[in-house]
């Protein structure tokens, strides 16, 4: 088993910047590939971005070039930096992992942006 525990979010102004991390409970090396996803108030879960253990990346379209993610292998850590903020892409965001089958989620971390 493994527990995702997230930090970052928050409040920003349409334009800036924030940041999400998500510490895992164990060695995340072994682990072929980690996502962040977000929901919005009365929307459906989405997929926002994969990284893999070769650091191979992958994006939503209405958030490539924009999120960046990333992985710490020695943190055992994911980080998801969000330039360019828009209102929508206010959501609770969550990370995520699946292993020998079963999804793992983060608890879930609250971005709003103002417009």
């Known amino acids: 088993q493994v527990q995702l525990v997230q930090s970052g979010g928050g409040l920003v102004q349409a334009g800036g910047s924030l940041r999400l991390s998500c510490a895992a409970s164990?060695?995340?090396?072994?682990?072929?590939?980690m996502d962040w996803y977000r929901q919005a108030p009365g929307k459906p879960r989405e997929w926002v971005a994969t990284?893999?253990?070769?650091?191979?990346?992958n994006y939503e379209d209405s958030v490539r070039g924009r999120f960046t993610i990333s992985r710490d292998n020695a943190k055992n850590t994911v980080n998801l930096q969000m330039n360019s903020l828009k209102p929508e892409d206010t959501a609770v965001y969550y990370c995520?992992?699946?292993?020998?089958?079963?999804?793992?989620w983060g608890q879930g971390t609250q971005v709003t942006v103002s417009s």
């Open positions: 990284i893999t253990n070769g650091d191979s990346t």
């Open positions: 164990r060695n995340i090396l072994s682990i072929s590939a």
């Open positions: 995520h992992l699946l292993m020998r089958g079963v999804n793992y």
